[in-house]
Nanobody
Framework: QVQLVESGGGLVQAGGSLRLSCAASGIIFSQYNIGWYRQAPGKQREMVARISNIGGTTYADSVRGRFTISRDNDKNTALLQMDALKSEDTAVYYC????????WGQGTQVTVSS
C-alpha cells in the first residue's frame, strides 16, 4: 500500500520559514519524480516545486528563490524548505509521487499571517 504523509505545516508570520516533509512508503522512492503542489481556497491546485528521480528541479515563478525542494532517497523523504513566506503562500500543500502511476498525500495546511 502506497502512502505519502506530509508534515511540517502550520501558522507562521509573513517573512518566516517552514519546512515541509513528505514521507513515502510502499514505493521504490528513488525511482519516482516528486512534486509539491498547493491549493488555496477557491483556487485550482498548482505546482510549487518538483524534483526528478535524478535530482533535477523545477519551481513555480511565484516561489523561485524562496523555496527549495530536496530529497533523501535513503530516508524515502522529500523536503520543501519555504523561506520569506508571504500571505499568498497560504494553502494546503500536497506531496505527489509520479512515475507510471501517481500518488498523492493528504495535505498539510500552511497559513501565513500578514
Amino acid at each position: 500500500q502506497v502512502q505519502l504523509v506530509e508534515s511540517g505545516g502550520g501558522l507562521v508570520q509573513a517573512g518566516g520559514s517552514l519546512r515541509l516533509s513528505c514521507a513515502a512508503s510502499g514505493i521504490i522512492f528513488s525511482q519516482y519524480n516528486i512534486g509539491w503542489y498547493r491549493q488555496a481556497p477557491g483556487k485550482q491546485r498548482e505546482m510549487v516545486a518538483r524534483i526528478s528521480n535524478i535530482g533535477g528541479t523545477t519551481y513555480a515563478d511565484s516561489v523561485r528563490g524562496r523555496f527549495t525542494i530536496s530529497r533523501d532517497n535513503d530516508k524515502n523523504t522529500a523536503l520543501l524548505q519555504m523561506d520569506a513566506l508571504k500571505s499568498e503562500d497560504t494553502a494546503v500543500y500536497y506531496c505527489r509521487a509520479a512515475r507510471v502511476y501517481e500518488y498523492w498525500g493528504q495535505g498539510t495546511q500552511v497559513t501565513v499571517s500578514s
